[in-house]
């Protein structure tokens, strides 16, 4: 038997010979996985003993992390905007810079001063329903209609629904964007593939090799798909309606013109993240 202390550092070691990021932390992490607890166990105990079983399968996970799997899939949870959600290969890992997008979301519709069963939101390319079901949390009386091509992908959508109870306001709709959608919504809210086919290459193996390229390329130039939500984004929209997309650093500057092609009468704001990157493009109708 091993301890603590002397298998977080064997696996350290390993992670930053593959060129993981944050090596002691992921170790950490995927050995509170392996015993079933939590880090701040595995900081306060370096000296308990490992048991067999508790090593083979940190081994496991630690190989398997030395291999570029992302830690999420390994663990099968993520967490976004204060809530674990279920992630595994059939969807994108939700990213922490799509809080904003939620952020946001919430300051508008509660903006609107609409009675709060009367809100409608969609949420497009659900995936793992992160924007969806934090929504739905955050508005206890709205409806969200959780939108995806995907049946794999509302598969977890719904299972994330049921985990924090929302399930009966995210309904899910199998889809190609907004043609599922049976009503004029408030807010439209989507983080759509935005990637760069050209970028494809240079993009970290845990991204490239793990996790679904439908959700991620956006085509030549990464807009392809956020462009044909635009041009059909129109008659979906209540009187005053808004819509949030998601969008890379270097996007700003296109976005803001193609929602101004589709929306020449609307106010179109490009807000930045935390690192003062743009990351969403705001169309306010």
């Given at each position: ?45 370096p ?57 946001r ?5 509660r ?11 969609a ?23 959780a ?54 290459d ?26 044909r ?6 008659p ?21 013109a ?24 705001v169309?306010?109708?």
């Open positions: 038997m091993i301890e603590v202390r002397q298998a977080v550092r064997e696996a350290v070691q390993a992670l930053d010979r593959e060129g993981v990021e944050s090596p002691r932390l992921e170790a950490e992490l995927l050995l509170a996985h392996a015993v079933g607890t939590n880090r701040a166990w595995v900081l306060a105990h000296e308990r003993q490992l048991t067999p079983k508790e090593v083979t399968r940190f081994r496991d996970l630690a190989g398997r992390r030395a291999q570029r799997e992302p830690l999420a899939y390994i663990t099968g949870e993520r967490e976004f905007f204060g809530l674990e959600l279920a992630v595994d290969p059939r969807v994108l890992i939700p990213r922490p810079e799509t809080e904003l997008l939620v952020e979301g919430l300051e508008l519709v903006r609107l001063g609409n009675p709060p069963d009367q809100l409608l939101v949420d497009v390319g659900a995936g793992s329903g992160a924007i969806a079901v934090a929504l739905a949390v955050h508005l206890p009386a709205a409806t969200i209609y939108l995806d091509e995907s049946a794999n992908s509302l598969a977890v959508t719904a299972k994330n629904a049921q985990r924090h109870g929302v399930e009966k306001r995210v309904r899910c709709l199998l889809g190609n964007l907004l043609e599922p959608l049976p009503e004029a919504v408030d807010l439209i809210a989507a983080n759509l593939p935005y990637v760069g086919s050209e970028e494809w240079a993009l970290a193996p845990e991204i490239r090799e793990h996790e679904p390229r439908g959700a991620l390329d956006g085509g030549p130039g990464g807009l392809e798909v956020i462009r939500l635009l041009a059909t984004a129109g979906h929209l209540r009187p005053g309606g808004t819509i949030l997309i998601e969008i890379g650093a270097q996007q700003g500057p296109a976005a803001r193609l929602a101004a092609e589709h929306f020449p009468q609307a106010r179109i704001d490009v807000l930045q993240d935390y690192a003062r990157l743009d990351r969403l493009v169309v306010q109708t």
